[in-house]
């Protein structure tokens, strides 16, 4: 069946800046990725690693420089009004993204403004996208410095639904929310993707919300994908050091069950100074001599997953001892 979005080796590279030099920085190098119908793909990754951008190449808000998207098999090939028209972005500062000036009732409501599309009575539309997220129609009167986070964030679902999209991207659907709002959130659009076949592309760092909605989880460092596969089987024996890194860095209830040998070391690195060979190897805990010069593929390792790693299959071969050998 044809995926609803497909990326094909897309690259981003953004100016460097100041007025002597045209130098451009690859911010995103060949990702590749793929969202099915109803499905809900998660990106992860640190801050910097590029997930904001590639949701704006997405969306065509950052221009792409290498490769393509394709929406629903038919390639975005400048004209973004099909795009637009049937994905729906949630982004990553609720509130900033909602014009300050405006009425919670004409924000839902604007996507059919923008599209030229009919809207014989606004306020009964808004009234029926409020409901859908859980807000009452009063809400529609408000303007968005008078919302709560939680409130924010269902107004930005309820716009993002406006036009019955076929894909979301969520940029940080969760971040800056208290717990329990955050289950709200996350309640809601799980609701959302079973009632309507929504398609997710969700992009977090928060692990716990990947469990929570994610079918499948794409891994970014430095803007590659340095590992991909289905949720469960990535949690259970992640194939990329990097992976595991993450997950063992992941709060949990019984601190026994930290893995201080897989903790991630130091910061990620500045993109103007990429690592030579394997861009992971200055943090990576299993580096040895090849990772150093020679940068590995992304590469089929079983159960339908890929990783981009010299020694993946060999640590795949040894699940059970799991990581605990340190290759040194
Ligand atoms: N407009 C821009 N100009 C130059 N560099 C940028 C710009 N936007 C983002 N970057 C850089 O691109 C990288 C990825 O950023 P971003 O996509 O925001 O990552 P994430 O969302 O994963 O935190 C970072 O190194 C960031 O500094
Ligand atoms: S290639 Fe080497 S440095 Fe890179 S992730 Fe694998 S073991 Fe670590
Ligand atoms: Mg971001």
């Given at each position: ?20 030099t ?25 801050s ?9 190449a ?6 792409i420089?290498?490769?393509s ?21 949630m ?17 839902v ?6 599209h030229?599309?009919?809207?014989p ?5 808004a ?9 009452p ?7 968005p ?13 309820a ?48 692990l716990a ?13 430095l ?47 500045s ?12 943090r990576?805990?299993?580096v ?12 089929p390792?079983?159960?339908g ?24």
């Amino acid at each position: 069946m044809t995926a609803v979005l497909d990326l094909r080796a897309l690259s981003v590279d953004l100016p460097l800046g100041g007025f002597l030099t045209r130098a451009r920085l690859p911010i995103l190098c060949d990702v590749s990725l793929s969202v099915g119908r109803g499905e809900s793909v998660a990106l992860v990754g640190e801050s910097g690693s590029g997930k904001t951008t590639l949701a704006r190449a997405v969306m065509g808000l950052t221009p792409i420089s290498g490769g393509s998207v394709f929406f629903e098999g038919q390639r975005v090939d400048g004209d973004l009004a099909r795009l637009r028209r049937n994905a729906a972005m949630m982004f990553q500062d609720a509130t900033a993204s909602l014009s300050p000036r405006l009425t919670v009732g004409y924000l839902v409501t604007e996507p059919f403004r923008i599209h030229g599309l009919p809207l014989p009575d606004p306020a009964a539309t808004a009234r029926d996208l409020l409901a859908r997220v859980g807000l009452p129609p009063a809400i529609a009167r408000r303007y968005p410095h008078e919302l709560s986070g939680g409130q924010a964030r269902r107004v930005g679902v309820a716009r993002a639904l406006a036009l019955d999209p076929r894909l979301v991207v969520a940029d940080e659907p969760t971040a800056g929310l208290d717990v329990s709002v955050q289950a709200e959130v996350l309640n809601l659009m799980h609701d959302l993707r079973a009632g309507m076949g929504l398609a997710y592309l969700v992009i977090t760092h928060n692990l716990a919300l990947v469990r929570h909605v994610a079918d499948r989880v794409v891994v970014l460092y430095l803007g590659r994908v340095v590992e991909e596969g289905p949720t469960a089987r990535i949690f259970a024996a992640p194939a990329h050091p990097y992976t595991a890194s993450l997950i063992a860095a992941e709060p949990k209830p019984d601190p026994r069950r930290r893995r201080a040998d897989l903790a991630i070391r130091g910061e990620v690195p500045s993109v103007l100074r990429r690592p030579a060979g394997c861009e992971f190897h200055t943090r990576c805990p299993l580096v040895r001599d090849l990772c150093r010069s020679t940068p590995p593929d992304l590469v089929p390792v079983g159960d339908g997953r890929q990783a981009r790693c010299h020694f993946a299959d060999q640590r795949q071969d040894k699940q059970g001892e799991r990581h605990a050998v340190d290759h040194r």
